[in-house]
């Protein structure tokens, strides 16, 4: 057995930072992933309790000029008016079950004027890329008429994906930027649709509501310290290894076991001779 002296030449130095840094970061991503399970169990709880209060008028959450706050997101809303079809958006490049498809947002316009843009849900296509808002033709209509609705809060998209081309299509749903499209004062924020009455003559797929699981964040924190315990373990043991001689001793046993293995067979073989050769003579 050799002493510690080994781990101050550059070579081991170097190696223990480099396994500190490995667990550090192990440790931090481990601790991202359980922030994150965190935040995923408190929009949970804020889903739930959001989800399970009765409904009230889409003006008392949504107004043109304040978004929704996080806290209001996914609040059952109810809202009284008509469907404004010609100002009908498609959002495209939605799949579901691999399918492609696109969601219709329709204008509601309220009775004062404003209109809240309502998330009617989806529907299949060929090329979800292809469709678009002014081709009112190829999508189901809405209920005409006075349409009372109820639905869930939703929150802007934000960022380029929210630009809304000439032919009233866009990636995202943002008010903001639809409002400005259709040169239509409109509150902030969008209802995804649960219920209309009168019923459509031909329904949407209606937007899912959101996952309440609570993700994969638990275990990817545990597979991170895991990582960093790894480290630390296989750290300690190149260190015992090298104190017991390291590469050199492994070969030197290896050198001794292949004499013994070598010795044992030239016994053998002596052995072998000796049996043939008083078999010979005891022939003769």
């Avoid at 292809?130 to 006075?146: F, I, K, Q, V, W």
């Avoid at 239509?184 to 949407?204: I, M, Q, W, Y």
């Avoid at 960093?228 to 590469?247: I, K, Q, S, T």
């Amino acid at each position: 057995m050799g002493s510690f002296r080994f781990l101050l030449s550059r070579r081991w130095v170097l190696f223990g930072v480099v396994v500190v840094l490995l667990t550090y970061l192990a440790y931090v991503l481990g601790q991202w992933q359980f922030h994150r399970l965190d935040d995923r169990r408190d929009r949970n709880e804020l889903v739930e309790r959001n989800e399970g209060q009765a409904a009230v008028d889409v003006r008392e959450i949504m107004s043109p000029d304040v978004p929704p706050t996080a806290e209001q997101e996914w609040a059952a809303v109810t809202a009284v008016g008509e469907y404004a079809v010609e100002d009908s958006v498609v959002v495209r490049y939605r799949t579901r079950d691999g399918a492609p498809g696109v969601d219709v947002v329709v204008p509601l316009v309220l009775d004062d004027g404003s209109s809240v843009l309502v998330d009617r849900g989806w529907m299949a296509t060929d090329n979800s890329g292809a469709l678009s808002g002014t081709d009112t033709d190829l999508l189901p209509a809405p209920p005409a008429g006075e349409v009372e609705i109820t639905g869930w809060v939703r929150r802007d998209a934000e960022g380029s994906s929210t630009s809304v081309s000439a032919q009233q299509s866009t990636r995202a749903i943002s008010s903001a930027s639809i409002g400005t499209a259709l040169d239509r004062d409109v509150l902030a924020g969008f209802v995804d649709l649960a219920t209309e009455s009168p019923e459509a003559a031909d329904p949407l797929s209606p937007p899912p509501l959101p996952d309440l699981g609570e993700g994969p964040h638990f275990f990817y924190g545990l597979q991170w310290w895991f990582f960093g315990l790894l480290a630390v373990f296989g750290f300690f043991y190149l260190m015992y290894d090298e104190r017991r001689g390291g590469p050199a001793r492994r070969e030197q046993l290896r050198a001794e076991k292949r004499d013994r293995l070598e010795a044992e067979e030239q016994r053998q073989a002596q052995v072998q001779a000796r049996l043939r050769a008083e078999r010979e003579r005891s022939g003769t």
